[in-house]
């Protein structure tokens, strides 16, 4: 059996990143409005998120925001089998990127996230220019 490439685990682990931003988001909310309105339908208007729940509940959402132009460059790449040192280099950017982003975000961190934010972004960038050279 051979080992996957380094685009299929970078697929995988991102899935597993986003993942790990809905649960922390989740369970940051449920400590700032309680487990019952967790378990609850939430049909009550309540103010945002603040703080770090609100924090983590925005890079939730920027990270559904880029994950599926990460996951389409990386499919297109596969099914093309374009994989070269462009993808595996995007794939390692967007990952690491997007691994260090969340911390940042989490506590308030400026100038330094938008910066990791543009290298993870670049990784994307990297892995599209692999399916066109």
């Known amino acids: 059996m051979t080992s996957p490439s380094t685009e299929v685990v970078g697929l995988t682990?991102?899935?597993a990143l986003g993942l790990l931003h809905?649960?922390?988001a989740s369970h940051?909310?449920?400590l700032q409005r309680g487990y019952r309105w967790t378990a609850?339908?939430?049909?009550e208007i309540l103010p945002p998120?603040?703080?770090?729940?609100?924090r983590l509940a925005r890079a939730s959402a920027n990270f559904l925001e880029t994950f599926p132009y990460f996951a389409a460059a990386l499919v297109g790449v596969l099914?093309?089998?374009?994989e070269s040192s462009w993808s595996?280099?995007?794939?390692?950017?967007?990952?690491?990127?997007?691994?260090?982003y969340l911390p940042l975000y989490a506590f308030g961190v400026i100038l330094l996230r938008s910066l990791?934010?543009?290298?993870?972004?670049?990784?994307?960038?990297?892995?599209?220019?692999a399916l066109f050279v």
Request: charged fraction near 10%; hydrophobic fraction near 60%; aromatic fraction near 10%.
């Open 28 to 30: 940051a909310a449920s």
């Open 40 to 43: 609850g339908a939430r049909d």
């Open 13 to 15: 682990c991102g899935a």
């Open 88 to 100: 595996k280099v995007g794939v390692w950017l967007y990952l690491v990127g997007r691994l260090v």
């Open 116 to 129: 990791v934010w543009n290298i993870a972004t670049f990784g994307i960038v990297a892995i599209y220019v």
């Open 49 to 54: 998120l603040s703080g770090v729940a609100g």
């Open 22 to 24: 809905i649960v922390l």
């Open 79 to 82: 099914v093309t089998s374009s």
